[in-house]
């Protein structure tokens, strides 16, 4: 497999539920990156990481916990969601630097009921 | 904090005709990078041009190239002899010093046979 990918594609789950979101870049890549994004709403960074640290936390509940566990290789912990967290969650991968093209994965679209 | 603003939910075109999509941005900053990010429907968002601010020169990239206003922070996207394939959600970016990219709301384009 090349690029950035997602699992699962499609999520459902109730709001005593945990599940986690994947996602795995092959690039060689050192940042990862989960993004929100919502109806009629930008895209909303959630978490950065870089070398497998976390760099960047915007305010995020934490109902979302993030894990990196390698540079290949970032996860989004579900758990007690509310129906207001439906959306496309994104993940992006660069090589790390200011200025680097972010890959994108084709996202998880989740629904909490 | 860095704003990204689109200030045209939908635009539409002609096949074969030029659109231009805007895009304008606030920041303190004279060293940043913008982008311009292209979301087809149900496929993975990619990048389509960028621009480093300390260059003067316009980006081109085939079809597409930008009008960039440093001092009038302004970004808009001109897409040539449009296709079919240009249907997509466009967002304009914003990256600065981190890894962070700011979107703005996106601009849904359209395109006529």
């Known amino acids: 497999e090349t690029g950035v990918t997602q699992t699962p594609r499609h999520l459902v789950m109730g709001m005593t539920n945990k599940k986690s979101l994947k996602c795995e870049q092959h690039?060689?890549?050192?940042?990862m990156y989960w993004y929100k994004q919502s109806a009629k709403k930008p895209l909303e960074l959630m978490f950065v990481y870089s070398l497998e640290e976390r760099v960047e936390n915007n305010s995020v509940p934490s109902r979302f916990s993030p894990e990196c566990p390698n540079s290949s290789h970032l996860f989004l912990h579900l758990h007690t969601l509310q129906p207001e967290d439906s959306a496309l969650y994104l993940c992006?991968?660069?090589?790390?630097?200011?200025?680097?093209?972010?890959?994108f994965g084709p996202g998880t679209r989740l629904t909490v009921t | 904090a860095q704003t990204v603003t689109q200030s045209q939910p939908e635009m539409s075109v002609q096949e074969a005709e030029t659109v231009t999509l805007s895009c304008t941005y606030d920041t303190s900053e004279s060293d940043y990078y913008l982008f311009w990010y292209k979301q087809p429907p149900s496929r993975q968002m990619i990048l389509v041009i960028r621009?480093?601010?300390?260059?003067?020169q316009n980006a081109t990239e085939n079809r597409f190239s930008v009008n960039f206003q440093k001092a009038a922070k302004s970004f808009s996207l001109k897409i040539s002899d449009s296709q079919l394939g240009d249907a997509a959600m466009y967002f304009c970016?914003?990256?600065?010093?981190?890894?962070?990219?700011?979107f703005g709301q996106g601009t849904r384009l359209t395109i006529n046979p």
């Open positions: 970016a914003y990256n600065q010093g981190a890894q962070k990219l700011v």
């Open positions: 690039l060689g890549h050192n940042a």
């Open positions: 621009q480093e601010a300390y260059k003067q």
């Open positions: 992006a991968s660069s090589p790390g630097l200011a200025g680097d093209e972010q890959y």
